[in-house]
């Protein structure tokens, strides 16, 4: 039976693992090349790595620790983070990821998405948009790590990104980020009822019913989280767990 | 000395301080059936008491306190038996897990099927892996068989230190006479020397120890003077087998056996399955199954055949050597050429344990405890 995907989230941040809350305050939660090897033997739908300080810092992606990662992961990899020239689209998919998640550069120069969705074609273009919701609670394109509000309305943006070739959208709520309170279920909504890509939804999930929430009421295609695949308990011990599958079959029945 | 091996268990001459009586006896299996005799009450009437006192003081003592004990927990067979047995003695345990970044799938989803079916609280403390890497790193380089006193260490002071922030007075542990009484010194020594570890560190480690949670000398001194922290080793108040505690986690809790002992952490299989044997010809498992041979749990000669069993499964050992190689960044020949060189052991280096100021303290301790006992 088909199901919808499932995407585990890991953030980088000076070669670590980090999980944020709210785009803030990362938490170290270990060593990214053992943490790959425990979800690749989790059998996790695919994984999307995000180097969170690589655009601000302007740097390169490091290949070298990509490269390791890679060697652990028999599924789908998308990495995102400081992807600013084909080349580096080039070096990514060539150490062996999937998929190459565009953000920043996308947002101050549009034209480098039908550059990258030609050279390489769109299914390995995922273009990540994050979301935050402003004080009357308009939502807007969040740049800089999600902590710029940016005036960029987030379903025309996901339609411009779209119509420049992108794969597959990675719509991300800054507000929802680590809480565990469930999607941002209306945003998801507006941008996938508004684009034919598929839309992977992020910020919020703490529970297997969310997801379901997200695809059947939101329309997402598919579902990422970060938090809920690292921590347990009330002590928000780091420990890697993964839905099994007969759970997931469940839950989107 | 030529090879001799015991004809009471089966450690041999691969220690080398082993000691044969003329009978060909060696002394760990004799220390280790004293160690019974004298830690293990043999009447199951006058041990279930002895365990119920325990536990009823545990009881009292946590009264009003969100936990009243703390247990370690690795995903293995003795720690999550801990979990499950003081969950069923009626205790209020505080789970803690060190990651050192070394932890299999089966480990974590053992630690987490347990706890989520128990009930019981986690706190996990992650090491900081760029960190911790030079570390382990700077003993292979140093040439000792001490490789898991980094994570062993840490263990300790985190566990320790979790005692103290929850106000936790009993830490129980799964170390238990039944299954490892027997562990040559040479085979690994230095677990609570933080001025071992240092100087380790310092000679061939690439980073400075900033947030590697240690036990200083100093604060082992502290530690003992004012926590009155009493540690429990659980298992020797029960009639502790190890194939009738995996049978009971397989049924009770859907956890899953890994192999060897200590084999749910990668890197310690990696240790004990190839460094050990390969380059210090020391077979942990010799020492394992002497233990449970003194404690009657296999017969010498089921130990003889177990022996004969491969120590790595070959696919394993290749795809391990692939993966700790690429976790710490080198080539494969630079990691045999770090298994070419000449071994060195604990004595080689400076530690607390040789330094003039342990040896005056720890006298100036025996004469204290000398003294109040004439008083």
């Known amino acids: 039976m088909f199901r919808p995907r499932v995407i585990p989230c890991l953030l980088l941040m000076n070669s670590g693992l980090v999980k944020t809350i709210k785009f803030q305050n990362p938490q170290y939660v270990g060593d990214p090349i053992n943490a790959v090897k425990i979800f690749n033997e989790k059998s996790v739908d695919e994984l999307i790595l995000l180097d969170i300080t690589a655009s601000m810092e302007n740097r390169k992606p490091a290949l070298n620790q990509l490269s390791r990662i890679c060697s652990e992961a028999f599924m789908p990899l998308c990495y995102g983070g400081g992807v600013s020239t084909l080349e580096d689209i080039s070096s990514i998919l060539s150490v062996g990821f999937e998929k190459v998640s565009i953000n920043n550069k996308a947002i101050y120069t549009p034209e480098f998405i039908s550059a990258a969705s030609s050279t390489f074609g769109s299914q390995s273009i995922v273009v990540s948009i994050d979301v935050k919701k402003d004080f009357w609670g308009r939502y807007s394109v969040a740049g800089q790590r999600g902590t710029k509000a940016l005036k960029l309305n987030p379903v025309l943006w996901a339609q411009e990104v779209e119509r420049r070739g992108a794969g597959e959208l990675f719509v991300n709520s800054v507000d929802r980020d680590g809480t565990g309170i469930g999607y941002d279920y209306s945003l998801i909504k507006m941008i996938a009822e508004a684009v034919d890509i598929p839309v992977i939804a992020c910020g919020g999930a703490g529970k297997v019913n969310d997801f379901t929430r997200a695809i059947k009421e939101s329309g997402a295609s598919a579902v990422s989280a970060g938090s809920m695949f690292v921590f347990h308990g009330k002590h928000r011990a780091v420990l890697i767990t993964f839905p099994s599958e007969e759970e997931l079959k469940q839950a989107f029945l | ?375």
């Open chain 2, 1 to 375: 000395m030529g090879y001799q091996q015991c004809v009471r268990c089966v450690m041999d001459t691969t220690d080398p301080e082993i000691v044969f009586d003329e009978k060909g006896q060696c002394n760990h299996c004799k220390s280790a059936e004293r160690a019974i005799a004298k830690d293990i009450i043999a009447d199951p009437i006058a041990k279930q008491k002895a365990l119920q006192t325990i536990v009823e003081k545990i009881k009292k003592d946590g009264q009003g306190k969100e936990y009243d004990c703390l247990i370690g927990v690795s995903g293995g067979v003795d720690s999550t038996y801990v979990a499950y047995k003081v969950k069923e003695l009626g205790l209020r345990p505080l789970a803690v897990h060190v990651d050192n970044g070394w932890n299999s799938e089966l480990s974590v989803s053992n630690i987490e099927k347990a706890l989520k079916t128990l009930n019981i609280d986690l706190y996990t403390y992650v090491l900081d892996w760029n960190e911790f890497k030079y570390l382990q790193m700077a003993f292979l380089r140093a040439s000792v068989p001490d490789l898991e006193i980094p994570t062993d260490h840490a263990i300790n002071s985190v566990l320790r230190s979790m005692t103290t922030k929850h106000n936790i007075k009993y830490m129980i542990f799964g170390s238990n006479i039944n299954t490892e009484s027997i562990l040559p010194r040479r085979w690994s020594h230095g677990h609570q020397d933080w001025g071992y570890i240092q100087a380790i560190n310092k000679r061939f480690g690439g980073k400075e120890l900033k947030s590697f949670p240690h036990l200083s000398f100093w604060k082992k001194i502290y530690y003992r003077i004012t926590n009155r922290l009493e540690i429990i080793n659980l298992l020797d108040y029960l009639d502790y087998s190890k194939s009738g505690a995996i049978e009971i986690l397989q049924k009770e809790l859907n956890w899953q056996y890994y192999g060897g002992k200590h084999y749910e952490s990668v890197y310690t299989r990696f240790v004990q399955g190839y460094i050990l044997p390969n380059k210090f010809n020391y077979d942990k498992r010799k020492a394992h199954l002497s233990s449970l041979i003194v404690s009657g749990e296999i017969s010498r000669d089921e130990a003889i055949q177990d022996l004969e069993k491969p120590i790595y499964p070959p696919d394993l050992l290749e795809e391990d050597l692939r993966f700790v190689n690429s976790k710490f960044g080198i080539t494969e020949t630079e990691f045999y050429r770090l298994m070419e060189l000449p071994n060195k052991e604990f004595e080689d280096y400076p530690s607390d344990e040789r330094s003039i100021k342990y040896k005056l303290i720890k006298s100036m301790y025996e004469f204290y405890k000398g003294f109040f006992k004439r008083t």
